[in-house]
């Protein structure tokens, strides 16, 4: 017997049949992805896999919640423990740069020790700084038990 949620679920599953037109959004020889409505469309796999099959300047809004680099669990097909962190993001980032369209909003989810240097790096790349957006995370830190980030407001 499926929980309430599961059966909200199927049935906005079964309302939502269609399919985003992908035409002029991704390169003519993408992926399938994984899952698609008529809402848009997911795939499954390694950012500098997916992101370059997204054509150039087709994206209103870009939202990127990354690894913090924390060293957390995400399964064997991530490492949230690299040396090369900033390198690593400044190559996605570079990606969500590029797929940008010009006047689009791009939002990077990090902690300040991050934001700091990716702020500038997109500072370098041509992009405006418009606002940092603090948020409350003590009743569910990335990692529980560990210091976090405090904001006065
Ligand atoms: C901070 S969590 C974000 C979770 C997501 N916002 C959510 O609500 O489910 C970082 C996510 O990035 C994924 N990830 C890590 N390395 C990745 C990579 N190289 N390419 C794509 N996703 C990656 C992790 O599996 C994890 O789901």
Known sequence: MPSTRESRNQTRLQLDSGQLDLTGLVLADADEPAFRTSLGALWSGDCMDVLPMIGDEVADTVFADPPF?????YGDRS??????????????????????????SFFVYNLPKWNIPIGAFLGTQGLEFRHWIAVEISACLPIPGRLHPSHSL
């Open 79 to 104: 490492n949230d423990m690299r040396s090369d962190y900033l390198e690593w993001c400044y190559g996605w980032l570079a990606e969500c740069i590029r797929i940008l369209k010009p006047g689009g």
């Open 69 to 73: 680099n924390l060293g957390k669990e």
